[in-house]
């Protein structure tokens, strides 16, 4: 029996992070739905993070949150594979995508373009056009951003997986699920180069919520 758990919802991006680094490590895990955004959700659906936040993994009676937090747990409790490079730029990009990912990606590619455009829609819930054009427009300098990292090569090659890529796919994926998303994704080369190759990883297949578009553009 598995002694990792992981509490999730099953649509949140954060939660897909944590699920793609115990796929790419190859570790199995009981997982408890859980809901944050009910807040009248019985008990048992409750999050356990002190902020009704998901994911939060326990390992052994040790719990932790903050996605960063787990995911550079997981990596130093299995060491093998290894989701951090060794080489010491490579590490300062790695850290700086998932940096760019918390603090300038997740609310325009996600809670503004997905949310609006893909989620709620499929929800049979009403569209926000003006939070949905405002995410599209903040997207831009969050995608040349890691447009440049992409070229330089450190990380997101999508050859070598590392926690920047587990970090980053799930917005990619769920930005890309609007149309609008894969068109201003496709307007950058490198980074779309990396996500044709990431899109099809098994890890992605394994955690897909079932929003992921079929097949990534180039
Ligand atoms: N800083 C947190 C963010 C986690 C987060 O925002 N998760 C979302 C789901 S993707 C959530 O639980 N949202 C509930 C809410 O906003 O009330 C982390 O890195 O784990």
Redesign the pocket.
Known sequence: MSDLTLYG?RP????RVARLVLAEKGLSYDYREVD??DPDAKAEHR?P?PF????LLEHDGFKV????A?ARYLDAAFPTPSLTPDAPRAVARMAQVISIV?AYG?WPL?RQVFSQGVFRPADGLETDKTEFAAGLAAAEGVLEALETVAIKGYVLTGDTPTLADCHLAPMIAAFAAAPEGRAALARRPALSKWWCKWATRSSMRQTDAGFDAAHPES
């Open positions: 919802h949140s991006v954060y939660t944050p955004f999050s993070h009704s936040r998901v994911p949150y903050e996605t960063v787990i918390d997740y996600v």
